[in-house]
């Protein structure tokens, strides 16, 4: 079993950086591969960014290539996602997820997930 918790969400303006960060309960934290997913009101949940086990691998959607980075921590159980040049379209609620098997864009590919943290850019 992994608990997710989410946190570094905000109201930010356009152009401003925030950085999230996932804290993973557990000894098994190092297997798992990493993901960030968002949701804004009224549309489906989207992946943003992934990360292999050993951070050597990564993933990120067309929409944040260039402007997100996602890294993890294994010795601090975190996966981080720094968020540069946020733009109003990145308002959504941010969640992180944990999966056994290969990092993968598809939701349904991991095993556990966070409550959420939110993410608001003004215009």
């Known amino acids: 079993q992994v608990q997710l918790v989410e946190s570094g969400g905000g109201l930010v303006q356009a152009g401003d950086s925030l950085r999230l960060s996932c804290a993973a309960s557990?000894?098994?934290?190092?297997?798992?591969?990493m993901g960030w997913f968002r949701q804004a009101p009224g549309k489906e949940r989207e992946f943003v960014a992934a990360?292999?086990?050993?951070?050597?691998?990564?993933y990120y959607a067309d929409s944040v290539k260039g402007r997100f980075t996602i890294s993890r921590d294994n010795a601090k159980n975190t996966v981080y996602l720094q968020m540069n040049s946020l733009k109003p379209e990145d308002t959504a609620v941010y969640y992180c997820?944990?999966?056994?098997?290969?990092?993968?864009?598809?939701?349904?590919?991991?095993?556990?997930w966070g409550q959420g943290t939110q993410v608001t850019v003004s215009s």
């Open positions: 990360i292999s086990w050993s951070g050597g691998s990564t």
């Open positions: 997820a944990a999966g056994r098997g290969l990092p993968t864009i598809v939701g349904t590919g991991y095993d556990y």
């Open positions: 557990g000894r098994t934290f190092s297997r798992y591969a």
